[in-house]
């Protein structure tokens, strides 16, 4: 099992921290790092830096927002990082939410996410191979655009800059169970929002059909420190402003994936506190057993027994969100 560095997004600004961490997790041979975006910073500028910075890690978005970009400009970002990192790139992507998609990007979210999934990857994919002019019939991403506001003049067009690598890694951040499974099909690789390595049977039938090499790369919260409890805090904040505010009451697909691993009272518990404005008392309604189980916090002796558990399941990749160069330290001792 490799090691990763996820960074996230940032706040209020810039964190002076990030650069430091990459370049500590390349030093101890971690074996990728990690941006991502929600409604602030972009992830692709980030990791451009980090790419500046270092000289072999790979690079990863996790994730870059399909409703952002068009598959086209997308595939343009990816291997033009790839181009200037040599070759480290690594193409995370998310559809997002209602919320986020049609109330920030000002797009509607498609009635068929498979479908507009599926659809983005193979136009990324025509331009990643490069083997003639990129067309489109979908419903969601046509190429040339054909709608009746259009002029009917648009023309397939081929990449001018050659990609440096046809198979850039593809990974999709999937949450439903048919979303899944079908990324086990298009996509290189999965990256999971919520893993527990106690609770893998929860995706058994989504990944029975992965081929050989397929990727499962989940995310975890990552800490060295004595008191357990304290240390699930940042846990418990992520979990109740995802679970109670990434989403509408009605469809929220981090509380539904909350739910299936076996939660499901506490997941529309704090989503209703949430709701309600009383966004405190929804982090401490989130129980700790659950938080506990999807991250890695305590001390090193602790934290090198839960890390079997991580090993023994299907996981290849365990991208760590680690807030010092300390935890780093100690999981790259763990892991080797």
Not at 186 to 197: K, T
Not at 286 to 294: R, T, Y
């Amino acid at each position: 099992m490799r090691l990763g560095l996820a960074l996230g997004y940032w706040g209020r600004g810039p964190d002076p921290r990030h650069l430091e961490l990459a370049r500590e997790a390349e030093r101890l041979g971690y074996d990728s790092v990690w941006t991502a975006e929600a409604w602030g910073s972009d992830a692709f500028t980030a990791l451009t830096w980090i790419a500046a910075h270092t000289s072999r890690i790979k690079l990863g978005t996790g994730i870059a927002q399909m409703a952002a970009r068009t598959p086209t400009a997308t595939a343009m970002q990816a291997l033009t990082l790839d181009h200037l990192s040599g070759g480290r790139m690594l193409l995370g992507l998310g559809l997002s939410g209602p919320q986020v998609v049609e109330g920030w990007y000002g797009r509607p979210f498609p009635k068929s996410p498979l479908t507009a999934t599926r659809e983005y990857v193979d136009v990324v994919r025509q331009v990643l191979r490069r083997e003639g002019p990129v067309v489109s019939d979908g419903l969601f991403h046509p190429l040339p655009y054909r709608g009746p506001d259009g002029t009917g003049l648009g023309k397939p067009l081929k990449p001018i800059t050659h990609p440096l690598r046809a198979d850039l890694p593809v990974l999709l951040g999937a949450e439903g169970p048919k979303n899944i499974a079908q990324t086990t099909r298009i996509a290189d690789g999965w990256l999971p929002l919520y893993w527990s390595p106690r609770r893998t049977d929860v995706y058994t039938a989504s990944l029975a059909d992965a081929p050989e090499g397929f990727l499962i790369a989940p995310m975890a919260r990552a800490v060295v420190c004595d008191d357990v409890a304290e240390g699930l805090l940042p846990v418990k904040a992520m979990l109740g402003f995802y679970i109670g505010g990434m989403g509408h009451a009605a469809r929220n697909f981090h509380a539904d994936l909350m739910a299936r691993m076996g939660y499901e009272a506490e997941a529309r518990r704090i989503q209703d506190l949430f709701l309600q404005g009383r966004k405190q008392e929804a982090v401490l309604a989130v129980p700790d057993a659950f938080a506990d189980e999807i991250s890695l916090v305590g001390p090193r002796e602790r934290i090198a027994r839960r890390l079997e558990l991580w090993r023994t399941g299907p996981v290849t990749d365990l991208l760590v969100t680690a807030p010092d160069p300390h935890t780093l330290r100690v999981l790259a001792e763990l892991n080797s």
